[in-house]
């Protein structure tokens, strides 16, 4: 078991140390082949998509990681909405000069996934992403609620703030200003697309003999292989 010494400002000691290794659970509840899986890996997406939304036990279905390589050179993995699919790809939005913004920008490679642990299921889906038009993201940014429309024109997402309050009361001054007013969708806020070149779909299994079946691009066409787990 791993200790790890922590020096903090006070100057007092602190010592961290959990043993995990009870933590165990059984993955029972389905099965995956390549037999059974879709030819498509967007059809199969669709699948276990609706699936996870109409079984009631998954919250925010469309909550997924979004990884990118940092500026730094370290990946960074957050969770943001899924808010659009097609066989064009996945669409997200955020604001283009936060810290992702600007990692895509450096680095469009990246990679979304999605866990939902009730069902047992994972989907990792490797891709390249760009932004959409501004007509689709003005279009959406619109449809947003209010407050959120409000929220991303106050905030300078990922930029450093000396406190909440100030945030507050900029975004007071906010609905004072647009009060019975067309917001307008800030020129750095909008949409990216993902076109994937690679999915996994994952089922939990017992014993950890888990099913992995990846789906990657060859040319027009989808070609799957099953991946030992």
């Known amino acids: 078991m791993t200790t790890v010494s922590i020096f903090v400002n006070c100057g007092k000691h602190f ?3 959990q043993n995990l290794h009870e933590y165990r659970k059984s993955y029972e509840k389905g099965e995956l082949s390549q037999e059974n ?3 498509n890996p967007f059809e199969q997406f669709q699948n ?3 699936f996870a939304e109409q079984s009631g036990e998954v919250d925010e279905v469309n909550a997924m990681t979004l990884t990118t390589i940092g500026i730094d050179g370290f990946p960074r ?3 943001v909405l899924l808010k659009e699919f097609s066989e064009k790809g996945f669409i997200l939005y955020t604001n ?3 810290e992702k913004g600007v990692s895509i920008k450096n680095n469009p490679n990246v990679c979304i996934s999605f866990f939902w642990p009730t069902l047992e299921r994972q ?3 490797k891709g390249i992403a760009e932004k959409i038009s501004e007509e689709k993201s003005t279009e959406y940014f619109h449809s ?3 407050g959120s429309q409000l929220g991303a024109l106050v905030s300078e997402q990922s930029k450093k703030i000396i406190n909440r309050k100030i945030l507050e009361e900029n975004l007071k001054a906010l609905e004072e200003k647009f009060q019975n007013k067309v917001i307008p969708r800030p ?3 909008g949409g990216y697309i993902i076109a994937p070149i690679e999915f996994e779909f994952w089922q939990g299994r017992k014993n950890r003999l888990h099913d992995r079946i990846q789906y990657q691009k060859d040319g027009n066409n989808w070609k799957t292989s099953r991946l030992q787990p």
């Open 15 to 17: 010592s961290m140390s």
């Open 37 to 39: 899986a879709s030819k």
């Open 48 to 50: 276990w998509f609706e």
């Open 77 to 79: 993995g957050r969770v």
């Open 96 to 98: 283009y000069d936060s």
């Open 123 to 125: 989907i990792i889906i």
């Open 144 to 146: 947003r609620p209010k």
């Open 187 to 189: 020129i750095n806020w």
